[in-house]
C-alpha cells in the first residue's frame, strides 16, 4: 500500500505545479515572460501556462492610455520672465518589451523629459507668445516627446498645458491692461452705436421727407390733372356750344359777343374792366339798328296805342245838369 500513496502524492504535487503556473492574462493587459532569465515572449490576454522553474513573468504591462501630470517647474521665457507651467502627457504602451528593457524607469525618464523639452520651447517664446500659443506648444511637445519615446515603447498622443503662472507683479499689469483693454472696447462700441443710432436716425428722417415730397408730388399730380381735366371740359362745352350755333348759322360775331356776356357774368358786380373792342360795338349796333327797323329779333314788346279822349256832347249834358238839380231839391 505504500507505494500507492507515494503516487497519489506525486500526482497532487504535479497537479499543484501545473495549476500555479496556469496564469490568465486580462484584457488590455500584457505579460513579458522571460525562460532562464532570457525574453522568451509576450503573452496577450488569455489563457497561458509556463514552464515551471524555467519560465518567469518579468512586467506586467497595460495597454490603456495614462497620464503623467508633470509637477509646476519654472521656466525662463525669451524676455527674461520667469512663471511657473505644468504640463499632462497623455501616453499608451504600444510593445511591452521595449517599455520594459528600453529603459530603467520609462515613467520617469518621460517626466524629465517633458520638463526638458518644455523648458526648451517656451524658452524660445516671449511672454505674450507664451500665454497665447498654447496650441502651438501643445504641439511641438507631442511631437518631439513621440519620437524621443519610441525606442521605450511609449506612443505620446497628446500633451496640455495645465497652468501657466506669470509672476504676481506681471499678473498685476496684466490685469491692469486687461481693465484698459475693456474700457476701449466700451467706449468704441459705445461710439458705434452712437454712430449707428445717429445713422438710423437721419436714415428715417431722409426717408419720411422722401415720402413727404413724393406725397406732395402725388397731390399736385392730382391736382394739376383734375384742373386740366376741368379746363378740359369746360372748353369742350364751349365748343360744342360754339358747334350747335354755327349749326344754326349764327354769325361770329354774336359768338364774340355771347363770350363778353360769359365774362360780364363772371365779374359778378366787382371792380372789373373789360374791354370790348370796337368791331364788336359796331356788330351790336348795326344788329341793334337792323331789329329796330326790321322787327327781327328784337323781343321789346311795342307801346299800346294812347287811349283818345271822348268828345263832350251838349245835349247830354243839359239832360245831366237838369237831373242833377232835381235830385238835390
Known sequence: MEPYYWLIGAAVVVLILIFSHISVVPQASEYVIERIGKYHTTWRAGLHVRMPIVDKIVNRVTTKER????????????????????????????????????????DFALNNLTATTLRNIVGELELDETLTSRDTINGKMAVILDEATDKWGIKVTRVEL??????????????????????????????????????????????????????????????????????????????????????????????????????????????????????????????????????IGNSTEPAPAPVSEPIADPCCERFASRDADQADE
Open 67 to 106: 497620464v503623467l501630470d508633470s509637477p509646476p517647474q519654472d521656466v525662463i521665457t525669451k524676455d527674461n520672465v520667469t512663471m511657473k507651467i505644468d504640463a499632462v502627457v497623455f501616453y499608451r504602451i504600444f510593445d511591452p518589451k521595449l517599455y520594459t528593457y528600453g529603459s530603467e524607469s520609462p
Open 162 to 295: 495645465k497652468n501657466i503662472l506669470p509672476p504676481t507683479e506681471i499678473r498685476n499689469a496684466m490685469e491692469k491692461q486687461m481693465k484698459a483693454e475693456r474700457d476701449r472696447r466700451e467706449t468704441l462700441l459705445q461710439a458705434e452705436g452712437h454712430r449707428a443710432a445717429a445713422i438710423e436716425r437721419a436714415e428715417g428722417d431722409k426717408r419720411a421727407m422722401i415720402l413727404e415730397a413724393e406725397g406732395e408730388r402725388d397731390s399736385q399730380i392730382a391736382r394739376a390733372e383734375g384742373e386740366a381735366k376741368a379746363i378740359y371740359l369746360k372748353h369742350k362745352a364751349e365748343a360744342d356750344g360754339l358747334a350747335a350755333l354755327m349749326a344754326v348759322g349764327v354769325d361770329g360775331r354774336v359768338i364774340e359777343l355771347k363770350k363778353y356776356e360769359a365774362l360780364v357774368e363772371m365779374a359778378n358786380g366787382t371792380a372789373a374792366k373789360i374791354i370790348v373792342p370796337t368791331d364788336i360795338v359796331d356788330t351790336v349796333k348795326r344788329n341793334t339798328f337792323f331789329s329796330e327797323t326790321t322787327g
